[in-house]
């Protein structure tokens, strides 16, 4: 019995998902559990499995569709059941069934009828041609050279009176192209394009030099489809929909590795720095809760907890799973949650509803050897908190002698549409303080 494969719901904010690959095809055999197409949300990617064995009976949508949620996007079943009745209202069917070819009698126009209406047909032709019409056409000598070539002769600027194209208008198209093998004429005719200079002898195209219209010399061109393009849609909106300001500081390590150190020797879990900055950066959050917040145009919305975004690279792109009500946790929890969300991202296991509710985020290019950096506003939010990577600078001594110390530069962007600047550098002093004076420890609250 045939059986509708739905389009799965990830999370309860998502409406729909891209399908940006087949891994099947019609006809195929599929057991329960199989692999039919890989889809992805606005940043997670995830595997459509089959829910039935049988035949793929019918694929309801093309490649870098966006597929509604619960809409049936395949069928599978036994071979030469009807699959019209699960097909969806808007799916692109790939699976068309073919016409039938039906030889329609030919009209019978009487002679004189069909004289005259040959007769009108010229003269409205002239008439537009004279008039500057939208096309002059193609005079023989250039189309029969155009197709010579494999080119299209209607896509080509004419030179010819009322821009018609003629042979001279192919011959200079020719002339800026290298000479074409017979099989490479073929693809041309095809809607190929061929490269500056062939491979073949003397700089003949080959079949194998031709290529896809708007390709690149020298470049491999790829579309920018899944996440990669709702990635930049994201960073362009953000940047056309906020005000950005970056402010810089450092802060010195000498506590905080001395704070590690410490936990190891006393027997408790290992944290790293970015664990203890991400704890730093919450408690400093609820002191100063207006960078806690999402700007929404002519309302502020201020949370009352942490939900803290962790930006991840992974093999599918960027990616920013959310540790959530965060400002409720121990380091020692909270260093254990964003481990497990870095791994689920890393892996494909992630689930949409812990990619979207953050409040604030975090993001450290530190271990790829970036100094500073200006990060980009995960809009709606107000404050994103940029880590580079530890840099050997100059410090004053007690003493009075100069000495040197491991410090680690900190990027914080704003939408200066909801927090100004003196706002923003009092929430850098209060995380710098907690960074160096009471790492892992939480901070009693004083509101700005």
């Known amino acids: 019995m045939a059986e509708p494969i739905i389009m799965p719901r990830q999370g309860q904010s998502v409406e ?8 099947v ?16 949300t606005d940043k997670a990617s995830f595997d ?8 793929v009976l019918a694929l309801f949508w093309e490649a870098d569709d966006d597929v509604p949620v619960l809409a049936n996007v395949a069928v599978v079943g036994n071979e030469d059941e009807d699959v019209e009745q699960f097909r969806p209202a808007s799916g692109a069917a790939s699976t068309p069934e073919p016409s039938p070819a039906v030889e329609e009698p030919a009209s019978v126009v009487p002679a004189p009828v069909a004289a005259e209406t040959a007769t009108t047909a010229t003269h409205a032709l002239t008439s537009e041609i004279s008039a500057g019409g939208v096309s002059a056409g193609v005079s023989p000598r250039a189309r029969k050279l155009a197709y010579r070539h ?19 208008d192919v011959e200079a198209v020719i002339s800026r192209r290298p000479r074409l093998s017979a099989s490479a004429v073929g693809k041309a005719r095809q809607g190929m394009e061929s490269p500056v200079l062939g491979n073949g002898l003397a700089g003949m195209a080959l079949a194998s030099d031709m290529r896809e219209p708007g390709a690149i010399e020298g470049a491999k061109v790829e579309p920018v489809k899944g996440i990669r393009k709702l990635v930049a849609e994201r960073m362009i909106q953000s940047l056309q929909t906020s005000a950005q300001l970056t402010l ?24 790293s720095i970015n664990d203890l900055i991400a704890y730093a950066q919450i408690q400093a959050l609820r002191a100063h809760p207006h960078l806690n917040a999402h700007f929404l145009g002519d309302r502020i919305a201020v949370f009352e907890k942490v939900h803290l975004g962790i930006a991840v690279d992974s093999p599918r792109g960027l990616m920013v799973p959310v540790v959530r009500n965060a400002s409720d946790l121990s380091l020692e929890a909270l260093s254990l949650e964003i481990k497990k969300l870095a ?18 985020t975090l993001t450290n290019l530190g271990m790829l050897g970036v100094s500073t950096f200006t990060p980009v506003l995960n809009v709606p939010e107000v404050a994103i908190l940029g880590v580079g990577g530890i840099e050997l600078k100059p410090k004053l001594k007690e003493s009075g002698e100069i000495g040197y110390a491991e410090f680690l530069p900190l990027s914080l962007t704003i939408d200066h549409q909801a927090v100004d600047g003196a706002p923003a550098a009092r929430f850098l002093q209060t995380l710098v303080t907690l960074l160096e004076e009471n790492p892992g420890q939480p901070l009693s609250i004083t509101h700005e």
């Open 343 to 360: 791994i689920a991202c890393r892996e494909g296991t992630i689930q949409s509803d812990d990619l979207s509710g953050g409040s604030c």
């Open 25 to 40: 095809n019609v006809g195929d055999q599929v057991a329960e559990g199989d692999v039919l197409a890989v889809i992805e």
């Open 48 to 55: 459509l499995e089959s829910t039935v064995s049988g035949t």
């Open 16 to 23: 729909s998902c891209i399908l940006t690959e087949w891994k």
């Open 248 to 271: 810089n500081a450092h802060f010195e390590l000498t506590a905080a590795q001395v704070y590690r150190k410490t936990r190891v020797d006393e027997g408790n879990s290992k944290v």
């Open 150 to 168: 494999g080119l299209d002769p209607e896509t080509l600027e004419g030179s010819g009176p009322n821009g018609r194209v003629i042979e001279r």
